[in-house]
């Protein structure tokens, strides 16, 4: 069965500062998609980064950055000089198989930055 | 271009009465999902469909909950009778790229 786990449930940084956000993932498949969303105080859920499990080169996308692990099953986010409009909360999740579309979320983190 | 759109934002109902809502995924998307999101359980997939038929619907909770797919640009997600534990935010998704969901800004369903 698939598991993610966000271990951090709130997180409060000061404007500026860099952050990370933790993500474990538990699967048995060989193949698989790590996600993260975004979910703003607006609500709705916003597409963030896809990466499969062949592909463990970190992506970096302006401030934000994210390093896929495969040897601890981790794929952490880390937003750099953090800004006010950061604040959401934040959601990985995982899939099997392409062809699978069932994504299975963590329970997020709240990032709340500090202005 | 338009997003996934969702009627209705806020919905009150009493315990027994019937509740739908209403979903426009993006065009040209193949795949429409029904998510619910609570405190106590988190997101949580009710069903999917793609090319308006329904895939996995191993998520709905009971048999008061049904999801429709007419056609591929309206779906309908029906809790009959309504609890107050279908209290949540219900989102529909649509996505054309595995994974790659595009959200509405959900319906808040408040049963009384």
């Known amino acids: 069965a698939q598991k993610v786990t966000q271990a951090q449930t709130e997180i409060s940084v000061v404007e500026k500062e860099d952050v990370t956000l933790d993500c474990v993932y538990e699967?048995?498949?060989?193949?698989?998609?790590l996600f993260w969303y975004k979910q703003p105080p607006s609500g709705e859920l916003v597409f963030l980064i896809r990466?499969?499990?062949?592909?463990?080169q970190n992506e970096i996308s302006g401030r934000y950055s994210w390093n896929f692990q495969k040897s601890t099953s981790s794929f952490n986010f880390t937003i750099t000089a953090s800004q006010v409009v950061d604040s959401a909360v934040y959601f990985c999740?995982?899939?099997?198989?392409?062809?699978?579309?069932?994504?299975?979320f963590g329970t997020g983190t709240r990032l709340t930055i500090i202005p | 271009d338009a997003g996934v759109i969702q009627s209705p934002r806020h919905e009150v109902t009493e315990m027994g009465q019937e509740v739908t809502l209403r979903c426009k995924p993006i065009?040209?998307?193949?795949?429409l999902f029904w998510y619910r999101q609570t405190m106590m359980r988190g997101l949580e997939l009710l069903i999917y469909f793609n090319n308006n038929v329904p895939i996995d619907d191993s998520g709905m909770p009971e048999d008061r909950f049904s999801a429709k797919m007419p056609n591929a640009s309206f779906s309908t997600l029906k809790i009959q009778p309504s609890e107050p534990r279908d209290s949540a935010v219900y989102f529909c998704a649509s996505s054309r790229v595995a994974g790659e969901l595009f959200f509405g800004e959900g319906s808040r369903l408040t049963v009384l």
């Open positions: 699967t048995r498949d060989t193949t698989y998609y």
């Open positions: 990466r499969n499990s062949f592909d463990e």
């Open positions: 999740a995982l899939s099997e198989l392409e062809g699978n579309e069932k994504l299975t």
């Open positions: 065009s040209g998307h193949d795949y």
